[in-house]
């Protein structure tokens, strides 16, 4: 069964930090090859791209969160992390991993970042 699953979501106060971690089970050796990303969804709001990484390591960052966080892969242990530093409440959201490539376009179930002011 090819999934992902989120891990490290929680309850945290403005400026404090957060790591994600995204393991992906059951696309083996394929797991390198795809675009690893990090997307969230606050209430009333339209799901984002806030970090991805590409099977070359080449990493992409929504404005609002450069220089903040950091995405990187572990492609032995097929799970993808991201490091949120000096988080505000704004960042506040569901965060959801996502894997692609052709023919593929998974989704974990999402973990929930709150910030508090």
């Known amino acids: 069964q090819v999934q992902l699953v989120e891990s490290g979501g929680g309850l945290v106060q403005s400026g404090g930090s957060l790591r994600l971690s995204c393991a992906a089970s059951?696309?083996?050796?394929?797991?390198?090859?795809?675009?690893m990303g990090w997307y969230r969804q606050a209430p009333g709001k339209q799901r984002e791209l806030v970090a991805a990484?590409?099977?070359?390591?080449?990493?992409n960052y929504a404005d609002s969160v450069k220089g903040r966080f950091t995405i990187s892969r572990d492609n032995a242990e097929n799970t993808v992390y991201l490091r949120m530093n000096s988080l505000k409440p704004e960042d506040t959201a569901v965060y959801f991993c996502?894997?692609?490539?052709?023919?593929?376009?998974?989704w974990g179930q999402g973990t929930q970042v709150t910030v508090s002011s």
């Open positions: 990484i590409t099977s070359g390591g080449i990493e």
């Open positions: 059951g696309l083996g050796i394929i797991f390198r090859l795809g675009v």
């Open positions: 996502n894997y692609r490539r052709t023919g593929l376009d998974l």
